[in-house]
């Protein structure tokens, strides 16, 4: 079955520490992103990729950090440095940037 | 920088009636508009994709229109069904911010039996 797998589903971290959230895809997708998403609020663009090594900032970068070194996985690393961390994270996937966006069920972080 | 508005937050209707759902935003510069459904503590569910050359999608019991001009999308969902209680959710990509979908808040349905 094609589709798009995160994990983990639940973490919770400790303040000061780093955490890596995973997204692989098997849609042979060029397009990745990260949104994150808080209660009762639309959901926020991170980070996306149009291509393998290559990655552009979204609305609220600031915090976190990628990588996209295989075309099937796109890791979002939440840093300390992201004020507030606790949310809801989402990857998703597009044939091409512009093209119908397919999700994962989303990893859920608590920062403790 | 494009805003994109779901009104009312929330609604409920009993099992049967046809629903009615409004996404509208700021700026008419879109590239394409697509409609999503997403249940509690899940991922979203991709509905419908119009593009800016459409004035409409279907699949299924589900319809929706789209007026630039306006700035306006309606989802249209007849026969409602106690399965259909969700959140909506619109998102818009605008050509000068080409990767940046902007999504709106969401309408929570409820279907009642």
């Known amino acids: 079955d094609g589709g798009i797998t995160q994990s983990p589903k639940y973490l919770f971290r400790k303040e000061g520490q780093n955490v890596t959230l995973s997204c692989e895809q098997n849609l042979n997708h060029d397009a990745m992103y990260w949104y994150r998403q808080d209660p009762g609020q639309g959901l926020r663009l991170i980070y996306y990729s149009q291509i393998v090594n290559d990655f552009q900032k979204g609305d609220i970068a600031e915090g976190y950090s990628v990588s996209r070194e295989k075309k099937e996985s796109f890791p979002l690393t939440v840093t300390s440095a992201q004020k507030n961390p606790t949310a809801f994270y989402l990857c998703?996937?597009?044939?091409?940037?512009?093209?119908?966006?397919?999700f994962g069920e989303g990893s859920r972080l608590t920062v403790l | 920088k494009q805003e994109v508005t779901q009104i009312p937050a929330a609604l409920s209707v009993p099992e049967g009636e046809n629903l009615v759902l409004n996404c509208s935003f700021t700026?008419?510069?879109?590239?394409?508009l697509q409609w999503f459904r997403q249940d509690p503590g899940k991922g979203l569910t991709s509905l419908l994709l119009i593009q800016s050359s459409q004035r409409e999608q279907t699949s299924g019991r589900l319809n929706a229109s789209l007026d630039k001009s306006s700035g306006r999308s309606t989802l249209y969902i007849a026969a409602s069904q106690p399965g259909d209680s969700a959140t909506y959710l619109c998102a818009v990509l605008t050509t000068d911010s080409w990767g940046k979908l902007q999504f709106g808040a969401g309408t929570q349905v409820v279907v009642t039996p």
């Open positions: 700026d008419s510069a879109i590239y394409n």
């Open positions: 998703a996937s597009s044939m091409l940037v512009g093209g119908e966006l397919f």
